[in-house]
């Protein structure tokens, strides 16, 4: 707490009227949403308690701006366990930005495709999740006032949300389709065996991050809304091999598309 109450003093301190209503956090190659938002950004480097970014195609920074008329807080690159950090650290930011008032965040990340219905580039609304991490960011000691022991996981992915986010995208002529996320602690890609299991178990799409952000947004009680670009065929569902770089070349492609849908909806938000 004493933490997180430090870190918000800095940004309260940085930023005039940091008043933001709704955080995006933005995933491998999505940067592009920010080209032409105007605002205030700070380097994570500069932030007091925040781990530092060092994965290639992330930016490293937070950026406070308006769109649609509110106030948003857009962290643009995230933190990942397979970076050594702890799953607490990977989801701090988010506790401070619900104590400088955040009631929705918007996840979107790069993703594998199990599901054969999905093509390089689709988005995909995550209607839920499997946390196959094998942990869990609430692991811990619990703060009581920032969230109970043992919170109710049945509308992570806020229903109501993802109703306003289909209704958005049939507007703009999207075809949005909806899927399971399941998460690995990576850093390596999965086996074709794995993604066999993994899509017996139900899961569509598969990344290394997201999950733990929407459980601690969950246990905060913030509407969560989160989307995958497929920006590979999972392995083993095509013959291609995977590389980092063309998963950050087929996000930035990809995410011109999820932008105008995310401006929409928090129009209608
Ligand atoms: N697997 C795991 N994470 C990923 C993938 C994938 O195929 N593509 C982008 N992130």
């Known amino acids: 707490m004493e933490k997180i109450k430090e870190t918000l003093n800095y940004l309260n301190a940085k930023i005039d009227n ?123 000691k619990n703060n009581e006032s920032l969230g109970e022991r043992f919170p109710d996981m049945s509308n992570v992915y806020s229903l109501k949300l993802r109703e306003t986010a289909k209704k958005c995208a049939s507007e703009i002529n999207m075809n949005l389709k909806e899927g399971v996320y399941l998460a690995t602690t990576g850093p390596s890609y999965e086996t074709a065996a794995e993604i066999k299991a993994f899509s017996i178990l139900g899961a569509d799409v598969v990344g290394m991050s997201s999950v733990p952000e929407a459980i601690v947004s969950n246990y905060l009680k913030m509407d969560t809304l989160a989307f995958s670009i497929v920006t590979n065929h999972a392995t083993g569902i095509s013959e291609n091999k995977l590389s980092h770089k063309e998963v950050l070349e087929t996000g930035k492609k990809a995410s011109l598309k999820l932008s105008s849908l995310i401006n929409k909806i928090i129009k209608n938000i």
């Open 18 to 140: 940091f008043n933001p209503e709704i955080a995006i956090i933005l995933g491998s190659g999505l940067s592009v949403f920010c080209d032409n938002l105007k605002g205030k950004s700070i380097k994570y480097n500069d932030i007091p308690n925040f781990p530092h970014s060092s994965v290639s195609g992330h930016k490293g920074e937070l950026l406070y701006c308006n769109i649609e008329g509110k106030n948003c807080a857009i962290m643009q690159g995230r933190f990942h366990y397979y970076e050594g950090y702890s799953l607490q650290d990977c989801t701090f930011a988010i506790k401070v930005l619900k104590m400088a008032g955040i009631k929705t965040l918007i996840i979107t990340n790069a993703a594998g495709g199990i599901n054969k219905n999905y093509n390089i580039g689709d988005i995909i609304l995550i209607k839920d999740h499997i946390n196959f991490m094998g942990t869990n960011p609430l692991i811990g």
